[in-house]
């Protein structure tokens, strides 16, 4: 069985996110979704780490060989664990590439087994970021071209409530 993973922060997970998962999961037996836990950053996000987990089970709950599950360990060491072969990631520009690949490069060595998996991004989804989306719902501008419905309320009840704060 062929497993990979997908990796990322995910707050909140994004339609280009979406895209990714869904053209991913038709390369692999299974996909994991996860959110990556950066212990700097742990209580910085928009949602906790376990909110994210369960907003992307939403919005990924009819792709059968799709799981979501989250890790504070190194990645690479996640994926011998789990018995992944591939991570995928999600590339949107050339700047994303040069990250990714020092990324890709460090986790080989880590794990001489784990490839890595470009996938370039949709054509319109290539502007589209997690960061992009949190600054529009401060604003209150409309979601839908950006986010999955199923998590838009709960993107904008978060919001919400900071400003309430």
């Known amino acids: 069985m062929k497993t990979a993973i997908y990796p990322g922060s995910f707050d909140p997970i994004t339609l280009g996110h979406l895209n990714i998962i869904k053209r991913a999961a038709v390369c692999f037996d299974r996909l994991i979704v996860c959110v990556m836990v950066n212990s700097n950053k742990v209580n910085s996000g928009l949602f906790l780490p376990e909110e994210r987990v369960e907003l992307i089970r939403r919005v990924v709950a009819k792709l059968p060989n799709v799981e979501v599950d989250c ?3 190194l990645l690479a060491e996640y994926a011998r664990q789990k018995r992944a072969c591939t991570l995928v990631k999600g590339l949107r520009a050339v700047s ?4 990714e690949l020092q990324m890709a490069l460090i986790n080989r060595k880590l ?9 370039p991004s949709s054509a319109k989804y290539t502007y589209v970021s997690s960061s992009v989306v ?3 719902a401060r604003y209150g501008a409309d979601l839908s071209d950006f986010l999955p419905r199923e998590i838009i309320a709960d993107v904008n009840e978060k919001m919400n409530s900071r400003r309430d704060r």
Not at 111 to 119: A, D, G, K, V
């Open 71 to 73: 890790s504070a360990t």
């Open 96 to 99: 994303d590439y040069e990250n």
């Open 111 to 119: 794990n001489p087994r784990l490839e890595t998996m470009f996938l």
């Open 134 to 136: 949190k600054e529009m």
